[in-house]
């Protein structure tokens, strides 16, 4: 809140001059391509209107050219004052409203492992059982499809499995005692 009222007040403070920077704050935030362009076309024009007031030849610089140059330059002040406030307040109630996106698509629940590999213990932990359940005579409804797990993380999680299998089925070696003409020993006996 402080950051809008702040970039909304930098044109008005200017008068004018410094509302390409709460243009390119909005650009930024928004980052739609109009913005953009309104960014451009607020730059050329604040360049314009001091380009007119240096222009004019009075020594006063009360001329038609300085005038029209000042006039320029607080109207666009003012103008992107207003754009940055109705755009910004849009832009943060649009997110605000807007649900959230996920990034993946939700995973059904529990994982059942493909059926091509015998149960084996996972993880030190014991194989679980299945359990066998007699047909029921009533018709049980149809459950609707899921999202389905695609065939790349399946895959992953099998060999993930088969590597953890394969860890678990090394077997550690042992581990000698102090050896006399190990490196480091400078050919010593032990110690007496």
Not at 18 to 46: F, H, S
Not at 50 to 58: E, M, Q, R, V
Not at 176 to 186: L, S
Request: aromatic share 8%; charged share 10%.
């Amino acid at each position: 809140m402080a950051l809008r009222v702040l970039f909304a007040l930098l044109p008005v403070l200017s008068c004018g001059f410094l509302g390409w920077g709460t243009m390119l704050r909005l650009a930024v935030v928004t980052r739609k391509p109009r913005d953009w362009w309104l960014l451009a076309v607020n730059c050329v024009l604040t360049v314009a209107w001091i380009a007119l007031i240096g222009a004019d030849p009075t020594p006063e610089t009360d001329g038609w050219q300085g005038n029209t140059g000042a006039f320029g330059v607080i109207i666009t002040g003012f103008l992107t004052c207003v754009y940055f406030l109705v755009a910004d307040i849009q832009h943060h109630a649009a997110r605000a409203s807007a649900p959230t996106a996920s990034w993946y698509p939700a995973q059904p629940a529990p994982y059942v492992p493909p059926q091509q590999h015998p149960q084996r213990p996972a993880y030190g932990y014991p194989p679980v059982q299945q359990q066998h359940q007699t047909p029921t005579p009533t018709p049980t409804p149809t459950p609707t499809p899921g999202p389905t797990t695609p065939p790349r993380i399946g895959q992953v999680r099998a060999e993930l499995d088969e590597l953890s299998e394969l860890l678990r089925k090394q077997t550690p070696h042992p581990h000698p005692g102090p050896n006399p003409q190990a490196p480091g020993n400078d050919g010593e006996g032990p110690a007496r």
